[in-house]
């Protein structure tokens, strides 16, 4: 019996999240290039492993992190192309993403990793929810425009798309007219009915990605990032999966998210990593988990389920904070992973970042100890890190296509002036991880710690003049191998299986978007001659025709109220002169007219709130930020 623990944590379900995964995406991006792939076995290869492979491959037996040469064995005919360079499968995130953004009203749709997307569409089923005719559920429509009516597609609201958890779900039950179907209404019913729309709106989408962008999907629906994350996998490849209500133990009723979330080992929840996963096995099990040796990512032979964790004599909060907590974890850790084994994830689905909070490189090996080693990997990671700043910090400087700089992935010179960045990273970080020495045994313990190193970054990588392989030459025997001398004083003998190039620690520049962090002078004046031109009264002495003095002169007709046609169209042409816009679009000029919203502001914002150092959480103005960075840098 899946019981609820009185200790559980109080459940908000007034969301709605749908939660993509590509179906093998960096498969999936080689055979949309290639469309003559899909029907062959393949496999992606990085060093000597399968990455990843599409269904036809699995289906006649290979699989994730399968060596190469084992791949061949079991199937002859694979084809294998190499995937080492990921600027393919970032340029198709990008875009995938992109047009998942187009359909958000609240515009959080949040990217985690590559190939999976989280989309909070509550405003849209909220909307529409209050919309649906009870009495014809079947012929219903979904809004996909607030201000276009006719924007959206027709569907049945009577039942789920899709596969259901369980499978035997009931059909939900239409209220009376008097019943409101609100999201803070605590009904079953109500939020039943949320979650067909947003079924329904997951197959639309799901069907635009493979219809427009030639890729499939399998998707999760429920009301946090965890459940739907999890549900979805229900059902891969190319399905769908709605967790259905009760979400909440009550008489009679079991929670279907308890259910659910109970038959998951506890390393497989999300936010619950490796080593808090070993630590609650550890507990549960009062002994070491034995290990599989062959497994790569050092996962156990034995399976410790969430509802084991969550039954266990004594577990709660207070245990898991004992348990999980100390130095180096963050605050209340006890309590956010009781939340999750009771399926309970309040984080919230985050809006798109036009500037990302870091750009990190990293290569891993079987063994590196050399520093000539060393050197020739760090030109390579340097060299693509400083590529993948040029395409994710910067922009075009115009509005025009033909002043794009030349291709940012060769080392060509760019254009002066042709694009402009967008923030410039203030910290360079070198990590590296190298291997514990083996045991008397031959063994070798299994961590995954690394070592770090930050500095400031360079200015030179910022001229954009230059070509990227004279920067690269520059920051690694400027910056990169200095920092690498004081992570390894050692000449030798360190054995690192990964090292890590990061740029952290963003400042944006200013900027003419209003939800910028100043203003970009230098553009707002480039474009004062377009922007005002249709504002602009020029004074010119204009002598009178011919006809203009005959009309003067002509008398009137009738009363004082009557004018000749001649004269009306003459005054219309005078005003047409005057007044090119019209009568009805002419400005009067007054002190209380308001600017057009967003043309011409000048004002910047309030003054600086201050920023948060990432290393101890200190907050200080941004002047200080710098000066405050060296102090960490110092040595100990």
């Given at each position: 019996?899946?019981?609820?623990d009185?200790?559980?944590?109080?459940?908000?379900?007034?969301?709605v999240?749908?939660?993509?995964?590509?179906?093998?995406?960096y498969?999936?991006?080689f055979?949309a290039?290639?469309p003559?792939?899909?029907?062959?076995?393949?496999a992606?290869?990085?060093?000597?492993?399968i990455?990843?492979?599409?269904?036809e491959?699995?289906?006649?037996?290979?699989?994730?992190?399968?060596?190469i040469?084992e791949?061949?064995?079991?199937?002859?005919?694979?084809?294998?192309?190499?995937?080492?360079?990921?600027?393919?499968?970032r340029?198709?995130?990008?875009?995938?993403?992109?047009?998942?953004?187009?359909?958000?009203?609240?515009?959080k749709?949040?990217?985690?990793?590559?190939?999976?997307?989280?989309?909070?569409?509550?405003?849209?089923?909220?909307?529409?929810?209050?919309?649906?005719?009870h009495?014809?559920?079947g012929?219903?429509?979904?809004h996909?425009?607030?201000?276009?009516?006719?924007?959206?597609?027709?569907?049945?609201?009577?039942?789920?798309?899709?596969h259901?958890y369980p499978?035997?779900?009931?059909?939900?039950?239409?209220?009376?007219?008097s019943?409101?179907?609100?999201?803070q209404?605590?009904?079953?019913?109500?939020l039943?009915?949320?979650?067909?729309l947003?079924?329904?709106?997951?197959?639309?989408l799901?069907?635009?990605?493979?219809?427009?962008?030639?890729?499939?999907s399998?998707?999760?629906?429920?009301?946090?990032?965890?459940?739907?994350?999890?549900?979805?996998?229900v059902?891969?490849?190319?399905?769908?999966?709605?967790?259905?209500?009760?979400?909440?133990?009550?008489?009679?009723?079991?929670?279907?998210?308890?259910?659910?979330?109970?038959?998951?080992?506890?390393?497989?929840?999300?936010?619950?990593?490796?080593?808090?996963?070993?630590?609650?096995?550890?507990?549960?099990?009062?002994?070491?988990?034995?290990?599989?040796a062959?497994?790569?990512?050092?996962?156990?032979?034995?399976?410790v389920?969430?509802?084991?964790v969550?039954?266990?004599?004594?577990?709660?909060?207070?245990?898991?904070?004992?348990?999980?907590?100390?130095?180096?974890?963050?605050?209340g850790?006890?309590?956010?992973?009781?939340?999750?084994?009771?399926g309970?994830?309040?984080?919230?689905?985050?809006r798109?970042?036009?500037?990302?909070?870091?750009?990190s490189?990293?290569?891993?090996?079987?063994?590196?100890?050399?520093?000539?080693?060393?050197?020739?990997?760090l030109?390579?990671?340097?060299?693509?890190?400083?590529?993948?700043?040029?395409?994710?910090?910067?922009?075009?400087?115009?509005e025009?296509d033909?002043?794009?700089?030349?291709?940012l992935?060769?080392?060509?010179k760019?254009?002066?002036?042709?694009r402009?960045?967008?923030?410039?990273?203030?910290?360079?970080?070198?990590?590296?991880?190298?291997?514990?020495?083996r045991?008397?045994?031959?063994?070798?313990?299994?961590?995954?710690?690394?070592?770090?190193?930050?500095?400031?970054?360079?200015?030179?990588?910022?001229?954009?003049?230059?070509s990227?392989?004279?920067?690269?030459?520059?920051l690694?025997?400027?910056?990169?191998?200095?920092?690498?001398?004081?992570?390894?004083?050692?000449?030798?003998g360190w054995?690192?299986s990964?090292?890590?190039?990061?740029?952290?620690?963003?400042?944006?520049?200013?900027?003419?978007?209003?939800?910028g962090?100043g203003?970009d002078i230098?553009r707002?004046?480039?474009?004062?001659?377009?922007?005002?031109?249709?504002?602009?009264?020029?004074?010119?002495?204009?002598?009178?025709?011919?006809?203009?003095?005959?009309?003067?002169r002509?008398?009137?007709?009738?009363?004082?109220?009557?004018?000749?046609?001649?004269?009306?169209?003459?005054?219309?042409?005078?005003?047409?002169?005057?007044?090119?816009?019209?009568?009805?679009?002419?400005?009067?000029?007054?002190?209380?007219?308001?600017?057009?919203?967003?043309?011409?502001?000048?004002?910047?914002?309030?003054?600086?709130?201050?920023?948060?150092?990432?290393t101890?959480?200190?907050?200080?103005p941004?002047?200080a930020?710098?000066?405050?960075?060296?102090?960490?840098?110092?040595?100990?």
């Amino acid at each position: 019996m899946h019981c609820l623990d009185p200790k559980a944590p109080k459940r908000n379900d007034n969301r709605v999240i749908i939660h993509f995964d590509y179906d093998c995406f960096y498969a999936a991006v080689f055979e949309a290039e290639n469309p003559a792939l899909k029907s062959l076995p393949l496999a992606v290869q990085q060093k000597h492993i399968i990455v990843t492979c599409n269904y036809e491959a699995r289906r006649r037996g290979l699989y994730k992190l399968q060596l190469i040469k084992e791949a061949r064995k079991v199937c002859p005919d694979v084809v294998i192309v190499l995937g080492e360079d990921l600027t393919r499968f970032r340029d198709a995130s990008k875009a995938l993403h992109s047009f998942l953004r187009d359909f958000s009203w609240s515009k959080k749709v949040e990217r985690l990793g590559f190939d999976e997307v989280f989309m909070d569409v509550t405003d849209m089923i909220d909307y529409n929810v209050d919309l649906l005719n009870h009495n014809d559920l079947g012929g219903s429509f979904f809004h996909l425009n607030r201000n276009d009516p006719t924007i959206g597609f027709a569907y049945d609201a009577s039942s789920i798309f899709g596969h259901s958890y369980p499978a035997a779900s009931v059909r939900p039950m239409s209220p009376p007219p008097s019943t409101p179907t609100s999201p803070q209404s605590s009904e079953p019913d109500a939020l039943f009915m949320r979650l067909v729309l947003g079924s329904h709106l997951a197959q639309h989408l799901r069907h635009g990605l493979e219809e427009q962008m030639g890729y499939t999907s399998t998707v999760g629906i429920s009301t946090t990032k965890l459940v739907a994350k999890l549900v979805g996998n229900v059902n891969k490849p190319k399905g769908q999966t709605t967790l259905v209500p009760p979400y909440d133990s009550e008489e009679g009723s079991e929670s279907n998210v308890i259910k659910f979330i109970d038959a998951h080992d506890i390393g497989k929840i999300p936010g619950i990593g490796y080593k808090l996963a070993q630590k609650i096995r550890y507990h549960i099990l009062q002994r070491p988990p034995a290990y599989d040796a062959g497994l790569v990512y050092g996962g156990t032979k034995e399976n410790v389920l969430v509802e084991d964790v969550r039954l266990h004599p004594g577990m709660g909060p207070e245990l898991l904070e004992g348990l999980l907590g100390g130095a180096g974890s963050p605050k209340g850790i006890g309590a956010k992973v009781w939340g999750l084994i009771n399926g309970v994830d309040d984080i919230e689905v985050g809006r798109a970042r036009v500037v990302p909070r870091q750009i990190s490189i990293e290569d891993s090996y079987i063994r590196l100890d050399t520093i000539e080693e060393v050197k020739k990997e760090l030109q390579m990671l340097a060299g693509s890190l400083l590529r993948r700043m040029r395409t994710d910090l910067t922009e075009a400087d115009d509005e025009s296509d033909a002043l794009i700089a030349a291709d940012l992935n060769s080392n060509t010179k760019a254009l002066p002036g042709s694009r402009r960045w967008l923030a410039h990273p203030r910290t360079l970080r070198l990590s590296t991880r190298p291997r514990p020495p083996r045991n008397p045994d031959g063994s070798r313990a299994r961590l995954f710690n690394r070592i770090s190193r930050s500095g400031p970054m360079p200015n030179f990588v910022f001229n954009l003049t230059e070509s990227v392989q004279t920067h690269v030459d520059r920051l690694v025997g400027e910056a990169l191998i200095p920092t690498f001398r004081k992570l390894h004083p050692e000449r030798s003998g360190w054995d690192l299986s990964l090292v890590n190039v990061a740029v952290t620690n963003m400042a944006e520049t200013a900027t003419d978007e209003r939800d910028g962090t100043g203003r970009d002078i230098g553009r707002m004046f480039k474009r004062q001659e377009s922007v005002l031109k249709e504002w602009r009264i020029e004074d010119k002495d204009v002598p009178p025709s011919e006809d203009h003095e005959a009309l003067r002169r002509q008398p009137r007709a009738g009363s004082s109220l009557e004018v000749s046609d001649d004269w009306k169209e003459y005054k219309q042409a005078e005003d047409h002169v005057q007044h090119p816009e019209g009568s009805e679009d002419y400005i009067q000029p007054s002190q209380d007219s308001n600017r057009e919203e967003g043309l011409w502001d000048t004002e910047y914002r309030d003054a600086d709130s201050g920023e948060t150092c990432e290393t101890c959480g200190a907050i200080m103005p941004t002047f200080a930020m710098t000066a405050h960075q060296r102090y960490h840098m110092l040595p100990d």
